[in-house]
Each structure stands twice: as C-alpha cells, then as structure tokens.
C-alpha cells in the first residue's frame, strides 16, 4: 500500500492509512480505496467520509479491532477494513 | 386488539443505543408485547400509546445505522419504512429517534428517512446526557432547516413526553384517512463515497448554528482506559463472567431445588388420592407433573442469564467484551458476540441458545447455536460423577496428589470445548460459507442499566419461552412417558426390560457394542433425552434398585461395579467403557429441551434435526475412537 502511495502524485506525501495512523494523532479523511465490500459503504455512512475528522484512540492487541473516534462516536473496526481509508494526520 | 385500530400507528426507528427502547416505553407503558416478525426470528415490539382520542399502535423497530441494511434486523427496518410490515391500509408516522449527543451521525440516517416524504416527527432524545456534557442544540432552528417538527425529549426523567404526544396527535388530527397505496416505492441506490461525503456536508450545514459541543477537556482517566486495557482489560473480563457463570450455578440451584421440591410434593399428593399404581396415576405424576417440573426448573436460569445479559447490554460493557474478543473468536469465524452463548453453555444449553440472539449474522447465530450444546452442561455432571467415581477411584493419584478422578472430569470439558471451536470452524468453513463479515462495532457511552425496563423485557423472555419451547417439551415428556410405561409389568427391573424404550435398548445394542455398551446403557441414554441426569436414576432402576435418587448412591456405584457382561466376562464398567460412555456423553446431543429451543430460536425442525445428526455422529465416532484404540492398548 504504502509504494501506491509513492506512485500516487495526487496523493501527499505523508498521507497513510487509518490502519497505521498512530495513536491519538489527530487526522483528516481523505478518499478512501475502492472496494465491493458491504462494510466500506456502511463505514462511510458512519462518517468515515472525506473531509472528516478522525483519531485513534487504541489498537487492539495481538492484531485485534482499532478503537477510533469520529463524528463524536467510539468506532471499532478490524485492520483489513482500516487499511481502505486514507488519512491525513493534522500537524498540531 | 389489532383490530380495533382504525389504521393509526407509529414506527420508531433510529440509531441502536439512541434511547428508542426508553422512548417506546414512556410512549406505551410498560406493557409492551414481544413476537416474532412474521418469517423471521427478529423480535418486534409492539404497543399502544393511549392518545385522548384513542389507542396508537407503536412499534419498535430495530435500531440501525443506515437504510442500505446488512443484517436481517437492518432488513426488518427497512421494510418497516417502506410500509411493507403489518397487514391492511395503515396511517404511519414515522418518529425518528435521534441522540442529541451524536447529533452528526444520528442525522445520517435521518436524511435517508427524509427522502421517503412520510410523516416523520424527530424525537431529540437524550437531552439531560446532552446538557451534562454542555452540549446546546437549537430545536426550533432545526426543525426549520429540516421541515419536520423537532421534539427534544429525555425519556430518563419523562421531559419532553407531553410535547411529543401532542406533536403525534396534532398529526393524526390533520392527517388523511388510511390509504391503502400509500406504500412509499424507493429505490435505495448504493451512493458513491462523494454523495455520502455531500451528505455530511448537509448535515454540517444543518448543524451550523443549531449545535454545538465544547471541545472536551480529555479527563486525566477514562473507564476504556481499564476495560480496554491489554492486560487489565481480560483480567476483568474473565472476573465479569466469572461472576456471571457462579451466578448462574449458585443462584438457580436453590431456587430449582424448591421447584423440584414442590413439583415433588404435588406429585406425592396427588399419588395419594388418585387410585394406586393406576395409569392415570402414571400419567399424571411421572409424565406431565413431571413434563411441567422440567420446563418449569428453566426459568431460573433462563431469568438470571438475561438478567445478566441486559445488564451487560444496557451498561455498554458488552460492545467491550466484544471488542476484547474479536480477534480470539473470529479465528474460528465466530462472532466476538458468541462469547455470552457459548460460556451460558457450561451451564445449560436451553438458555445459552436463547441468548444467541445478540448476535447480528444469521449465519452466525446459526453456528453458535448448532455448536453451544457441545459446551459441557452441568446435567452432564451427575454422569460425570457417578462413572468416575465408579471406575477411576481406586487408580493411585499421579504425581503424588492429582487426582485422576479430577484429570478426566477437566478433559471431558476439555473436550467439549475443543468439539464446539472445531464444529465451529468446519461450519463456518464448510457449510455457511461466506465472506467474514466485518467488524463495525460502535462502544456506546457507559450507561446505567433501566432496572424496570429490564425486569420487564425478562419476564417477556420467560413467557416466550414456557409457550413456544415449554409446549414442545412437555409434549415430548409425554410421549418418553410412554415409552417408559408400556407394556406394564410388574417389578421394576422387568418393567424397563419390557418397555418399548426397554426394547429400544436392545435394539441399540449392535451399535452400542463396538463403543463397549450393553443394552442397560442404551435404555439410559434413551431416557436421558428427557434430561441428561435421568441416566442416574434410569440406571439404578435398570439394577434392580428401584427410583435411585442420589447419583452419590453407594449402591447404585457398587451394582455397577459388580455387573460383569455376558458376553466378554469381564466387568461392563471398566475404566476403558467409562471413559468411552463420558465421550459420547459429552459430545452427543441428549437433550430435549436443547432440541426445543433450537426449534424457537430458528423456527424450523431442519437446524434441531441437524443439531441431533451431527452430534449423535460425532459423539459415536469419538467414542468407537476411544474404544477400540482403548482395548488394542490392552486397557
């Protein structure tokens, strides 16, 4: 993910996904990688949408779900479904 | 009483954990009716809002995030919108029920609703959370900007209630009569990322000026900060469901041992006036006294694990649980979820099946509940018992101090738990194949639990129990009854030797040998599909000893121990058979009232059907395993 990422010129350089964004840095939603999963139109609709604000708050042990906070709610969802959001982390 | 309903009626949609259940209940009392969705195993709440001019049926539908629905409770909402629920023309309104603290996401569903063009009132609920947390909302401002009528409520200390009755009855004043064609036709298109963006933006727009949250200051501790902890965040789990599972042991007990008592003492008496070893007698105590004693001594455990459950629900430490337990339980393609089910397990099946229905995928929920009774139910404990006791209590202790006894108590559990993780996996695998669903679990604010709320949706649970489970295994009780009591014969010993379930025994017998059985230990498992612990007493009849009660009965061990088979010559209960019989035991399906409530919880004969084949395969297949490899050793 990360050498689509260099090869991407409309992507900025220090954008990453959510999966590896750390934790309690604050960060922006950009758009999101393409999928037919079910889950990536309901995690959208939970406000994981471009131009929203989002932070991790923690990582579940050995691989489990990521804890984030976004549109004021506390979201769970595994790795394999954060890797598909792009994130840009606000200097702060 | 639906019927007297001239066609008025409210639907209550919104967010899970919006506080709709809390709303529905100021709205209706606490009388609210729970069944099924027609087709469905999705539960439906029901009931009457009593406005000046008449009843309103209101109806509870399913919390969800989104009308693009992805699991069968998603569907019910969706067809609830789209009018699609209920029988004959109907006028609804629908009340969308939106937090006041998560006022940005909760909108997103309701600009879905929105585009419906129904009748829609927004009840803002939560208003004493948000004013705790100084977050201000402008109704009035909103409900401008929206054009429907925005109504702040906090069902907690019943602020806003008369406002929103009088919003509803303004409503069904003005409106037209019940239209029959009044069935919205939407078609629900998946959006692209850039509509649901632009969605937001609306909703930002909305927002802008008619709310505001404080920029919090992070308190130095959290409670997450604990229960999600790595290391203090199973400690305390296992310490939650510890406390649970003791309860559930410690607390029924006393309480079964009264019912069973009292179904005793009744049964007694009743002996006592009808005519003496009659079969009206027969029927009476030892079938349907007996068939209603059994069902009966489930609602303990039936109330306190949903007590539990609700409690876990309703505080928010479950979305915990689940987030502590994904990763362990989606290995085996299971919900985090199927945690609740699967530990109720250790204790009895019926309730654990029940309390599946936490669990949102169909599929899944299908395999927690073909696998739950492989977790070793403490009905097995008295077989358990009583054949270790039998055949392992004169091996030395290994080591000096372990008990063998013990040992294998600990690998019967063992092995149930490896069964149902491994059935768990090959189900999933094999035969309910599918993508993993995703995890998209949402931890609600910590909240404390509704006690009167609670209490009230656990007697419905029990009332829904006795009448669709309850019938099933009554009539069930009946008809082993039967089975137990002809032909009549004289001793007891000849009487079971003699009777069809006697006969059925020695017709079992071919396929019990090769697991080392004799047909006495196929009349017992015969009759413990009344109820595993049956197999005690059921034994001691077969031995000649009449209603043995106490699995501690010395006798009944020393009869057993004496028994040589005819055929071998050599004792029937060798450490080698009894180990045999505690595997199948462990892993067979023996159970009745298991088989009901699969039956309720799934709506079909085919899931208890399949329950019963698998199992009844497995356990012979571990057991002949067990046996011959046993005997070619020499044991």
């Given at each position: 993910?990360?050498?689509?990422?260099?090869?991407?010129?409309?992507?900025?350089?220090?954008?990453?996904?959510?999966?590896?964004?750390?934790?309690?840095?604050?960060?922006?939603?950009?758009?999101?990688?393409?999928?037919?999963?079910?889950?990536?139109?309901r995690?959208?609709?939970?406000?994981?949408?471009?131009?929203?604000?989002?932070?991790?708050?923690?990582?579940?042990?050995?691989?489990?779900?990521?804890?984030?906070?976004?549109?004021?709610?506390?979201?769970?969802?595994?790795?394999?479904?954060?890797?598909?959001?792009?994130?840009?982390?606000?200097?702060? | 009483?639906?019927?007297?309903?001239?066609?008025?009626?409210?639907?209550?949609?919104?967010?899970?954990?919006?506080?709709?259940?809390?709303?529905?209940?100021r709205?209706?009392?606490?009388?609210?009716?729970?069944?099924?969705?027609?087709?469905?195993?999705?539960?439906?709440r029901?009931?009457?809002?009593?406005?000046?001019?008449?009843?309103?049926?209101?109806?509870?539908?399913?919390?969800?995030?989104?009308?693009?629905?992805?699991?069968?409770?998603?569907?019910?909402?969706?067809?609830?919108?789209?009018?699609?629920?209920?029988?004959?023309?109907?006028?609804?309104?629908?009340?969308?029920?939106?937090?006041?603290?998560?006022?940005?996401?909760?909108?997103?569903?309701?600009?879905?609703?929105?585009?419906?063009?129904?009748?829609?009132?927004?009840?803002?609920?939560?208003?004493?959370?948000?004013?705790?947390?100084?977050?201000?909302?402008?109704?009035?401002?909103?409900?401008?900007?929206?054009?429907?009528?925005?109504?702040?409520?906090?069902?907690?200390?019943?602020?806003?209630?008369?406002?929103?009755?009088?919003?509803?009855?303004?409503?069904?004043?003005?409106?037209?009569?019940?239209?029959?064609?009044?069935?919205?036709?939407?078609?629900?298109?998946?959006?692209?990322?850039?509509?649901?963006?632009?969605?937001?933006?609306?909703?930002?727009?909305?927002?802008?000026?008619?709310?505001?949250?404080?920029?919090?200051?992070?308190?130095?501790?959290?409670?997450?900060?604990?229960?999600?902890?790595?290391?203090?965040?199973?400690?305390?789990?296992?310490?939650?469901f510890?406390?649970?599972?003791?309860?559930?042991?410690?607390?029924?007990?006393?309480?079964?041992?009264?019912?069973e008592?009292?179904?005793?003492?009744?049964?007694?008496?009743?002996?006592e006036?009808l005519?003496?070893?009659?079969?009206?007698?027969?029927?009476?105590?030892?079938?349907?006294?007996a068939?209603?004693?059994?069902?009966?001594?489930?609602?303990?455990?039936?109330?306190?694990?949903?007590?539990?459950?609700?409690?876990?629900?309703?505080?928010?430490?479950?979305?915990?649980?689940?987030?502590?337990?994904?990763?362990?339980?989606?290995?085996?393609?299971?919900?985090?979820?199927?945690?609740?089910?699967?530990?109720?397990?250790?204790?009895?099946?019926?309730?654990?099946?029940?309390?599946?229905?936490?669990?949102?995928?169909?599929?899944?929920?299908?395999?927690?509940?073909?696998?739950?009774?492989?977790?070793?139910?403490?009905?097995?404990?008295?077989?358990?018992?009583?054949?270790?006791?039998?055949?392992?209590?004169?091996?030395?202790?290994?080591?000096?101090?372990?008990?063998?006894?013990?040992?294998?108590?600990?690998?019967?559990?063992?092995?149930?738990?490896?069964?149902?993780?491994?059935?768990?996996?090959?189900?999933?695998?094999?035969?309910?194949?599918?993508?993993?669903?995703?995890?998209?679990?949402?931890?609600?604010?910590?909240?404390?639990?509704?006690?009167s709320?609670?209490?009230?949706?656990?007697?419905?649970?029990?009332?829904?129990?006795?009448?669709?489970?309850?019938?099933?295994?009554l009539?069930?009780?009946?008809?082993?009854?039967?089975?137990?009591?002809?032909?009549?014969?004289?001793?007891?010993?000849?009487?079971?030797?003699?009777?069809y379930?006697?006969?059925?025994?020695?017709?079992?017998?071919?396929?019990?040998e090769?697991?080392?059985?004799?047909?006495?230990?196929?009349?017992?498992?015969?009759?413990?599909?009344?109820?595993?612990?049956?197999?005690?007493s059921?034994?001691?009849?077969?031995?000649?000893?009449?209603?043995?009660?106490?699995?501690?009965?010395?006798?009944?061990?020393?009869?057993?121990?004496?028994?040589?088979?005819?055929?071998?010559?050599?004792?029937?209960?060798?450490?080698?058979?009894?180990?045999?019989?505690?595997?199948?035991f462990?892993?067979?399906?023996?159970?009745?009232?298991?088989?009901?409530?699969?039956?309720?919880?799934?709506?079909?004969?085919?899931?208890?059907?399949?329950?019963?084949?698998?199992?009844?395969?497995?356990?012979?297949?571990?057991?002949?395993?067990?046996?011959?490899?046993?005997?070619?050793?020499g044991?």
């Amino acid at each position: 993910m990360n050498i689509k990422n260099k090869m991407d010129p409309f992507k900025p350089h220090d954008t990453l996904p959510l999966s590896e964004l750390s934790r309690g840095i604050r960060a922006i939603l950009q758009t999101p990688a393409r999928s037919t999963r079910p889950e990536l139109l309901r995690l959208m609709e939970m406000g994981l949408v471009e131009g929203n604000e989002v932070k991790v708050l923690r990582h579940g042990i050995w691989g489990g779900p990521i804890h984030i906070r976004i549109c004021g709610t506390n979201l769970c969802l595994r790795r394999e479904e954060a890797q598909w959001f792009w994130v840009q982390p606000v200097s702060s | 009483m639906a019927n007297d309903y001239p066609g008025n009626r409210i639907l209550l949609v919104g967010n899970p954990n919006a506080g709709k259940t809390l709303l529905f209940n100021r709205l209706t009392g606490l009388k609210a009716k729970v069944a099924n969705y027609p087709g469905v195993t999705v539960e439906c709440r029901k009931g009457v809002l009593q406005l000046p001019r008449g009843p309103v049926e209101v109806v509870d539908l399913p919390g969800t995030y989104s009308l693009h629905a992805l699991s069968e409770d998603e569907e019910i909402t969706l067809r609830g919108v789209r009018g699609e629920l209920g029988a004959g023309p109907s006028h609804t309104l629908l009340i969308v029920v939106v937090d006041a603290t998560q006022l940005e996401r909760n909108l997103y569903l309701l600009t879905q609703l929105l585009e419906l063009k129904r009748p829609l009132i927004v009840a803002l609920s939560m208003m004493d959370m948000a004013r705790k947390k100084r977050i201000l909302v402008d109704a009035d401002l909103l409900s401008q900007r929206l054009k429907v009528p925005v109504v702040p409520v906090s069902a907690l200390n019943q602020e806003g209630i008369d406002e929103l009755k009088l919003s509803i009855e303004r409503h069904f004043l003005s409106a037209a009569p019940a239209d029959a064609t009044s069935e919205t036709k939407i078609h629900l298109s998946k959006p692209s990322p850039e509509e649901v963006a632009r969605t937001y933006k609306q909703i930002r727009l909305w927002l802008d000026g008619a709310y505001h949250r404080p920029r919090r200051l992070q308190p130095p501790f959290k409670a997450d900060d604990i229960v999600l902890h790595p290391v203090l965040g199973p400690i305390l789990l296992l310490l939650v469901f510890g406390l649970m599972f003791e309860s559930l042991f410690a607390w029924s007990k006393p309480v079964i041992e009264t019912l069973e008592d009292t179904v005793g003492l009744l049964g007694n008496g009743l002996r006592e006036v009808l005519p003496a070893h009659s079969l009206l007698s027969s029927l009476l105590v030892d079938g349907i006294i007996a068939g209603v004693g059994s069902v009966i001594a489930f609602v303990p455990l039936i109330a306190i694990l949903f007590f539990f459950i609700g409690i876990l629900e309703d505080s928010g430490y479950l979305a915990r649980a689940t987030f502590l337990l994904d990763r362990l339980m989606s290995k085996v393609g299971l919900s985090g979820r199927a945690f609740v089910p699967l530990l109720s397990g250790f204790a009895c099946a019926v309730p654990a099946i029940m309390a599946t229905r936490v669990i949102e995928s169909r599929k899944d929920r299908l395999v927690t509940i073909l696998v739950t009774p492989l977790m070793s139910c403490s009905a097995r404990l008295p077989v358990y018992g009583l054949l270790i006791a039998t055949a392992f209590s004169t091996f030395p202790p290994l080591l000096g101090f372990i008990e063998v006894g013990a040992l294998v108590m600990l690998a019967m559990y063992g092995i149930g738990i490896a069964a149902a993780f491994m059935m768990a996996a090959f189900f999933k695998r094999f035969v309910f194949k599918g993508p993993i669903p995703g995890l998209i679990l949402e931890l609600p604010p910590y909240r404390m639990p509704r006690w009167s709320s609670l209490t009230q949706s656990v007697l419905l649970r029990v009332r829904v129990f006795l009448r669709e489970a309850g019938t099933v295994i009554l009539a069930l009780t009946i008809v082993l009854w039967a089975l137990f009591t002809f032909p009549r014969a004289e001793e007891p010993d000849a009487q079971l030797r003699g009777s069809y379930a006697g006969q059925l025994g020695h017709l079992l017998e071919p396929a019990l040998e090769p697991l080392g059985f004799d047909w006495k230990i196929g009349v017992g498992l015969v009759a413990s599909f009344a109820a595993r612990e049956v197999m005690v007493s059921t034994l001691g009849v077969a031995y000649g000893l009449g209603q043995a009660g106490e699995e501690e009965s010395a006798s009944l061990r020393s009869a057993i121990q004496k028994d040589i088979n005819p055929k071998t010559g050599k004792p029937v209960y060798t450490p080698l058979v009894a180990l045999s019989l505690m595997v199948f035991f462990s892993l067979a399906m023996q159970c009745m009232s298991t088989l009901a409530a699969t039956r309720k919880e799934t709506k079909s004969w085919k899931w208890p059907a399949l329950q019963f084949s698998y199992m009844t395969l497995l356990a012979w297949l571990s057991s002949f395993a067990v046996f011959q490899i046993g005997s070619r050793l020499g044991f």
